[in-house]
């Protein structure tokens, strides 16, 4: 039988832990440990915020595996380097300063003048414009704004605790201490006891998703976890198999969100996330202009194969305001930071305004996720990925969305549908979104199989250690602070100080991409496939964009993996061919009524000999919506076959008949 874990420390054979538990007796009479070590310390042991969570523990009286449990929920234990998340939250414990967060320098995107709809039949932005939305709702919840409260409780100025992880995880232990006592529960309680205090944590009382991350917290203590943090901390929680919540804990806050009624008006939300509904309006306005999605009958009319990750740039308020409104734009669901909480506003058989390209969107489900923070180095919460992997994992049993990068994409690989809309498309959510992590948690990990070689490359970099350098976070040209990255760099020949590969699409002058970290001009990103274009020492070659492509992929350190897979190239006899953003049906397709649809290639050809990664292969279609009334609505299906290609960072789409398939040869 499995000893119980004694909450000031535990039986280990790590001598980190053994030196915690040591501790633990006298943290009281002890200084905070500095996570950051003594001054001049070159960097502090690899211990230290292990003894923090004793000793913070300790000193509030909240059993230490609560506390560790909590933070990785929120952090996975990381600090950041004292950023904050896309919630304005700081540290290991994610204690939200929004005011503070948004004050911080930050380069905005410049996307805010797009078409989300992406229709050229009927652009969203006929007679009005889409225009960015304020960050923050005037009065702040608070839920963004535990920093300060912790400030309060503890007497640690609101700076420390940004940039201090020790000061940090003492700050969230006193919030949730004062959580347990306005629940009026003892604080010895023991674990089981702190079900309900965690549940208002998350949501700083607001306890909608509350219980679902509490069963998250709840499930990490049982299984247990350990790791390495981003400042090389050594953390470890022990696996507590046995431990339930107490039956009364659930009684002591709010229900879980309410479900309506009527099965009709229940989101569509698998029944391990936190899901209400916010519905998008669909209604006229002004000189018969409408919106903010279209209705439709999917998948009896429109296959959905594609899901799209975005990030909201508004915060949870800001963004639910907005969905609202018939005069914006639409997705189908929010997933808050905090606790991960989901809304949906429209149904997934409907066709939301929110990739930018009407064949994608057409065929998609979009998922915008909470991030008010321009900075596009802001980082993401452990409940909200979770939530998200959870929905993406429900959407794509429901729809048979292939788990993969093919079809899992970021708005930042959705491809422009002409060649003028290719630079304001969004660049969202960037190389700090943990695409390993995610499909980790989609069950579906990036792995190398046991074939050493194949037709296709992996990117598949280790995010901590990854870190390139970018620029333009909180100011043009300026140096972002170091962080692990998703994303490798891909230059003209196999050394460091060649030149980046060009982009023509988005500089159509030919000049040379950046490292500007909304450049999407010479990245490739973990979990795309590539065909295999050459290999000359520690450098991998990719074909991407009609040109070799390389990265640094040492042995020792890899960045990629090979592995077997279908490819496409140009037909015999044909030296270039082009890539289309959309798989539009061929003129004779449309019937009487239906404007007929240019299939206008993008400024990027396929050269004889080069290969591509396929994602599959798709019919040619058209979804004409543009009025109001749905009896107008039509589906325009094709003869010509499309095959979806990795070519640069952003997918697109080659005609079946221009090019020949190569089925995963190795």
């Given at each position: 039988?499995?000893?119980a874990?004694?909450e ?7 001598p980190a832990?053994r ?12 200084p ?9 310390a070159?960097?502090?042991?690899p211990?230290?915020?292990?003894r923090a ?8 009286h909240?059993?230490?595996?609560v ?16 950023a904050?998340?896309v919630?304005?939250?700081y ?6 300063d ?6 911080r ?6 996307e805010a003048?797009?078409?989300p709809?992406?229709?050229t039949a009927?652009?969203?932005a006929?007679?009005r414009r ?10 702040l919840?608070?839920?963004l ?9 503890t ?8 940039t201090d ?11 949730l ?25 998350a949501?700083a009382?607001d306890?909608?998703g ?14 247990g976890?350990?790791r390495?943090t981003?400042?090389?901390?050594r953390?470890a ?10 039956a009364g804990q659930?009684?002591r806050?709010a229900p879980a969100?309410l ?19 916010v ?5 006229k ?7 903010n ?11 959905v194969?594609?899901?799209v ?5 508004g915060?949870?308020?800001?963004s ?8 914006y734009?639409s997705?189908?669901y ?6 991960g909480?989901i ?12 990739a ?10 979009g998922?915008e996720?909470e991030?008010f923070?321009?900075a596009?180095?802001a ?7 979770r939530?998200?992997a ?12 292939p ?13 422009g549908?002409?060649?003028s809309t ?9 190389p ?5 992590h995610?499909f980790?948690l ?21 995010y ?6 970018y620029?333009?976070?909180?100011k043009?040209?300026a140096?972002?602070?170091?962080h692990?990255?998703?994303a ?13 590969v060009k982009?023509?699409g988005l ?12 450049d ?8 795309q496939?590539?065909a295999?274009?050459?290999q000359q ?8 964009l009609?040109q ?5 992929n040492?042995?020792k ?7 077997a897979?279908?490819?496409?190239t ?5 030296a270039t061919?082009?890539?289309?953003g959309r798989?539009?049906?061929?003129k004779a397709?449309?019937?009487?009524g239906?404007?007929v649809?240019?299939v206008?290639p993008?400024?990027y050809?396929?050269?004889a ?9 798709v019919?040619?279609?058209?979804f004409?919506?543009s009025g109001?009334d749905t009896a107008?609505?039509?589906v ?8 979806e290609?990795q070519v640069?960072?952003?997918i ?6 221009d090019v ?7």
């Amino acid at each position: 039988m499995r000893r119980a874990e004694p909450e000031g420390g535990r039986r280990t054979s790590r001598p980190a832990v053994r030196t915690a538990t040591a501790l633990a007796a006298g943290a009281l009479l002890l200084p905070l440990v500095s996570a950051t070590g003594p001054a001049g310390a070159a960097e502090p042991a690899p211990d230290t915020l292990q003894r923090a969570f004793t000793e913070a523990a300790a000193r509030y009286h909240v059993p230490r595996s609560v506390l560790l449990g909590v933070s990785y929920l929120e952090s996975r234990w990381d600090a950041h380097g004292g950023a904050p998340s896309v919630d304005g939250g700081y540290g290991p414990m994610h204690l939200t300063d929004a005011r503070a967060a948004v004050a911080r320098p930050a380069a905005r995107r410049s996307e805010a003048d797009d078409d989300p709809r992406g229709d050229t039949a009927r652009p969203v932005a006929a007679g009005r414009r889409v225009t960015a939305p304020q960050p923050l709702p005037a009065e702040l919840p608070a839920r963004l704004r535990t920093l300060p409260r912790a400030a309060e409780l503890t007497g640690i100025p609101a700076a420390k605790l940004r940039t201090d992880p020790a000061a940090n995880v003492l700050g969230g232990a006193a919030l949730l201490a004062a959580e347990q006592r306005t629940l009026g529960l003892p604080r010895d309680a023991g674990p089981a006891g702190w079900y309900a205090a965690v549940a208002r944590y998350a949501g700083a009382g607001d306890t909608s998703g509350g219980r679902v991350f509490a069963d998250e917290v709840f499930d990490t203590l049982r299984r247990g976890q350990a790791r390495t943090t981003d400042a090389g901390q050594r953390v470890a929680l022990a696996a507590r198999p046995a431990l339930r919540p107490d039956a009364g804990q659930a009684k002591r806050i709010a229900p879980a969100v309410l479900q309506a009624a009527d099965p009709a008006a229940r989101p569509e939300c698998p029944a391990t996330v936190a899901c209400e509904s916010v519905p998008a309006p669909y209604e006229k306005f002004g000189n018969d202009d409408y919106g903010n999605h279209d209705k439709a009958d999917r998948p009896k009319d429109l296959k959905v194969d594609t899901i799209v990750i975005h990030d909201t740039e508004g915060s949870w308020e800001t963004s639910l305001k907005l969905v609202q409104d018939p005069t914006y734009v639409s997705w189908h669901y929010t997933v808050r930071s905090s606790d991960g909480l989901i809304a949906q506003h429209v149904p997934t058989k409907d066709v939301a305004w929110q990739a930018g390209n009407w064949y994608i969107n057409s065929h998609s489900i979009g998922i915008e996720h909470e991030g008010f923070l321009a900075a596009p180095d802001a980082w993401y919460t452990e409940a909200m990925y979770r939530s998200s992997a959870r929905l993406v994992t429900y959407l794509s049993r429901k729809y048979g969305v292939p788990l993969d990068r093919q079809h899992i994409l970021g708005h930042d690989n959705v491809p422009g549908t002409t060649t003028s809309t290719i630079p304001g498309m969004h660049t969202d959510p960037g190389p700090y979104w943990d695409w390993a992590h995610y499909f980790t948690l989609l069950g579906k990990p990036f792995a190398a199989g046991r074939r050493a070689a194949g037709d296709l490359v992996t990117i598949r970099p280790d995010y901590a250690t990854n870190t390139p350098p970018y620029t333009g976070c909180e100011k043009a040209g300026a140096p972002c602070a170091a962080h692990g990255s998703e994303a490798v760099r891909l230059r003209v020949a196999p050394k460091a100080d060649a030149a980046l590969v060009k982009d023509v699409g988005l500089r159509p002058d030919g000049s040379a991409s950046t490292i500007d970290v909304n450049d999407l001009g010479a990245r490739a990103s973990t979990g795309q496939h590539f065909a295999f274009a050459g290999q000359q020492g520690d450098w991998t070659a990719i074909w991407y964009l009609g040109q070799r492509a390389w990265f640094e992929n040492p042995a020792k350190r890899p960045t990629a993996f090979r592995t077997a897979g279908a490819t496409v190239t140009p037909k015999a006899g044909r030296a270039t061919i082009p890539v289309y953003g959309r798989a539009y049906p061929e003129k004779a397709a449309y019937p009487a009524g239906v404007p007929v649809q240019e299939v206008s290639p993008l400024p990027y050809q396929l050269h004889a000999g080069e290969r591509y990664a396929v994602g599959g292969s798709v019919r040619g279609d058209y979804f004409s919506a543009s009025g109001f009334d749905t009896a107008t609505h039509a589906v325009v299906r094709g003869e010509d076959r499309y095959y979806e290609i990795q070519v640069g960072h952003r997918i697109g789409y080659v005609r079946a008949a221009d090019v020949d398939v190569r089925r995963g040869a190795a």
